[in-house]
């Protein structure tokens, strides 16, 4: 099923009406579909199934409580890479046995954070943090099991701010470097390093980087191995591209056949890491129209949501599909009749009310006839969306609401202008 379907001219996520929850909780807001997180997580589940994959969501990309508890009651592990993210996972009663923590800054006290709660390994992303987490382990008496982060030099094809397994990115250890690492490890006792990790670049649409990657990651196990070092986990990070426009990316399951040979032959469990791919079209942004404007030659919808909401097109110039929540008479809905013929209509900027040029979510794009108090649907905005909010302007955040069937919870208040002051002191 189609997690967010037209019923006549009225958009539904799964059972429920998004005019209704606009109605109800106002907008901005963010409404995830659950049917479309779980279906997500199974088809990872299906495409790997023959090596009994670990699949660790990656929280960064949408780390709400009941997402990440909807996937861990469907057998999701977690990829964190904060204290803060951690604590979600255990908040939402996710297992840190199946838990990596990853990133290029960890500290001292999210160390010893993730060494208590027991998570599954580190992927560890430099010598100096290498050594801290040897020091804070040895001063815990405890073992860190750790992966070095490998970065395999492939050009993943995305956007240069998604790019992140090449030579010159601040990410991961070149092969040399990393088996120069590895041969240190073997001298520290509070230190066992059980997997070897990769993650190459965000929002790839192509299988060969990963085939590239693997081939180099296959033959760097064995140098592992050889040196003593228990290799058992192959974490080949995340990354898996979506559709944002049409059908660019590939199925998950060509990934994995891209993934697979390699990996068997290693012997190795698999590991990953995708984050978009779960969470990024089981979300939709809902906003409402506020005033329409002609600039010059322009022409502009003034919306109640803006990039404090969702960042990704002032960021990465990023496309998002807009379409009308309610489709004005005479139009079929979307997608494919409609597209057709709101084709050549004429081009609107869709913007928010922040004092920036760069508060857009679309430029010049065609849209249907709407006027002030009609609902925008922004698509593709469960990933990097909410989780990249902030308040800037002082705006109060969003709220967000999970659709499971007929039913939707409220699962984050809208925040209040209090909530906006609240930790404010000294005055
Ligand atoms: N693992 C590691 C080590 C990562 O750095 C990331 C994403 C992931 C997994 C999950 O990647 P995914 O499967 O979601 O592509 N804000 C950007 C995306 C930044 C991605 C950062 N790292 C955006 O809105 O496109």
Redesign the pocket.
Known sequence: MEAFQYRGNELYCEGVSVAELAKQYGTPLYVYSQAALVGSLKALQDAYAEVDPLICY?V??NSNLGVLKVLGAHGSGF?V?SGGELFRVQKAGGDPGMTVF??VGKSDPEIAQAIEAGVLMF?VESEAELASIARVAAGMNRVAPIAL?VNPDVDPKT?R??S?GQKESK?GLDIERALRIAETVKDLPSLTMIGMHM?I????TTVEPYAKAVAKGVELIAKLRAMGHPIAWYNM?????IAYRGPEAKPVSEFAEAILPGLKATGCRLAI?????IAGNAGILVSRVLYTKQSGDKRFLIQDAAMNDLI?PA??E?FHRIWPVTVPQGLPAPPADYEAAIEGAEPWDVVGPICESGDFFAKDRALPPLGPGALLATFSAG??GMV?ASNYNTRPRAAEILVNGDGASLVRRRETLDDLVAQEVGL
């Open positions: 990656s960064k990309a990829d890479v990853a990133g992927n982060r956007h701010y998604t992140t990410f993650h670049g965000s929002q790839i990070g995340g990354g898996y591209g890491e995708p984050g978009r791919v990704r960021l990465y990023s990933a990097y990249m």
